[in-house]
């Protein structure tokens, strides 16, 4: 069993940071991507940044800039540092990770419960 665990989301005025953490926990040999995703009421779920194992970094280009992800890949943990939050960055934001459980299996893709960011005065 895979759990993937997020944390820090909140109510921030415009302008303001939060910090989002998601650890991956079970068992677990490897995770190559992990990465934020976002769902505004309305919307698709849209990426928002991934980070792999080598540390190369991607991001959605309405964030670029203001979010910065980072992982720790001794605590299976990911974070997402976000500042200059903006209203129209409101949405619930859910953490995605490809891992592996066993050597001899391939990857495959989990996903959090999602954890709710708003932004507004």
């Known amino acids: 069993q895979v759990q993937l665990v997020e944390s820090g989301g909140g109510l921030v005025q415009p302008g303001g940071s939060l910090r989002l953490s998601c650890a991956a926990s079970?068992?677990?040999?490897?995770?190559?991507?992990m990465g934020w995703f976002r769902q505004a009421p309305g919307k698709s779920r849209e990426l928002v940044a991934t980070?792999?194992?080598?540390?190369?970094?991607n991001y959605a280009d309405s964030v670029k800039g203001r979010f910065t992800i980072s992982r720790d890949n001794t605590k299976n943990t990911v974070y997402l540092q976000m500042n200059g939050l903006k209203p129209e960055d409101t949405a619930v934001y859910y953490c995605?990770?490809?891992?592996?459980?066993?050597?001899?299996?391939?990857?495959?893709?989990?996903w959090g419960q999602g954890t709710q960011v708003t932004v507004s005065s």
């Open positions: 980070i792999r194992i080598s540390g190369y970094t």
């Open positions: 995605n990770a490809d891992l592996k459980r066993w050597y001899r299996q391939n990857y495959q893709n989990y």
């Open positions: 079970g068992t677990i040999f490897t995770i190559d991507t």
